[in-house]
């Protein structure tokens, strides 16, 4: 399978009038600006210190000598996940649900399933309802952070199109797609490094995030299959979910980066936002 990169577009949501983040996964060799892409920025945000610091009130926090610091940190998460999904836009974190993915694109593998598979438009609702954060993990010295937690159920849907092969059966195809995880358990591992800023405090630049994902059960449903031929369509739907274990195998890691940029993104903006001895003093 090929390498993939991650692309970001800013873009403003009308009613709000705040900006949002989207995320567009391409091949390495493709370039993130491209024909009708929009200019792409980082986060940017203009609050003073006072009200940065006022939102970051609202984020539990554990003071690095509690002995039940771990405990603390994993009830922090659990408390802040609700908040991410409409986002903490005074810390530069825009909402987090739905999560946007403009393109994202999966090469042809060399397994029983094969698929050269487009996503264009993917729209992720149900990440951050009801989980249950099972351990988080930090080591302040090499600032890494580890966390465990399980979603019921998340939807993404798209546009979609397809060519390869399942079990040596022909795909193809265009059109809407569904696909829904079914309690799945999540991994996040983070990397940052310590810096120092001007006002002499030091913060957590996140450097790299990786996620895996493990659902119990995945369903999926490709529309217009074969030209929309219902008997083929619906053969074909069958076959994917009777195997969607196989599937999720070939497309799975897709996601799975795609995720993890956008939680790099969002995390790197809360700890450049909030000193360490803020978020972990050594007493509260």
């Avoid at 567009?24 to 600006?33: F, G, P, W």
């Amino acid at each position: 399978m090929t390498s993939q990169r991650v692309c970001f577009e800013d873009w403003w949501e009308p009613s709000l009038y705040i900006k949002k983040k989207r995320v567009r996964t391409v091949d390495d060799q493709s370039s993130c600006t491209g024909t009708g892409s929009r200019e792409r920025r980082a986060i940017t945000t203009s609050t003073t210190a006072t009200l940065e610091r006022a939102e970051a009130a609202d984020i539990k926090r554990c003071a690095r000598t509690d002995p039940k610091f771990f405990s603390c940190l994993r009830d922090a998460v659990q408390d802040t996940l609700p908040k991410l999904k409409n986002g903490l836009p005074k810390l530069g974190l825009p909402p987090l649900d739905p999560l946007l993915v403009s393109e994202l694109r999966i090469s042809q593998g060399d397994g029983p399933v094969g698929l050269n598979l487009v996503f264009k438009d993917l729209v992720t609702t149900g990440l951050l309802d009801n989980d249950k954060v099972y351990n988080t993990e930090i080591d302040l010295e090499n600032l890494t952070i580890n966390a465990t937690f399980l979603f019921p159920r998340a939807i993404a849907t798209s546009n979609y199109t397809v060519n390869g092969r399942v079990l040596l059966l022909p795909v193809t195809g265009a059109g809407g797609s569904k696909v829904v995880l079914k309690d799945c358990t999540c991994k996040w591992h983070i990397q940052g490094k310590r810096i120092k800023k001007k006002d002499g405090k030091e913060y957590m630049d996140i450097q790299t995030t990786e996620i895996k994902m493990t659902p119990k059960k995945m369903e999926l449903q490709l529309d217009n299959l074969f030209g929309g031929d219902p008997r083929l369509g619906t053969t074909m739907n069958r076959v994917l979910n009777d195997n969607w274990e196989l599937v999720y195998n070939e497309i799975g890691s897709s996601f799975e980066i795609a995720y993890a940029e956008v939680v790099r993104q969002h995390a790197r903006s809360l700890f450049l936002h909030v000193p360490l001895d803020e978020l972990f003093p050594e007493k509260l």
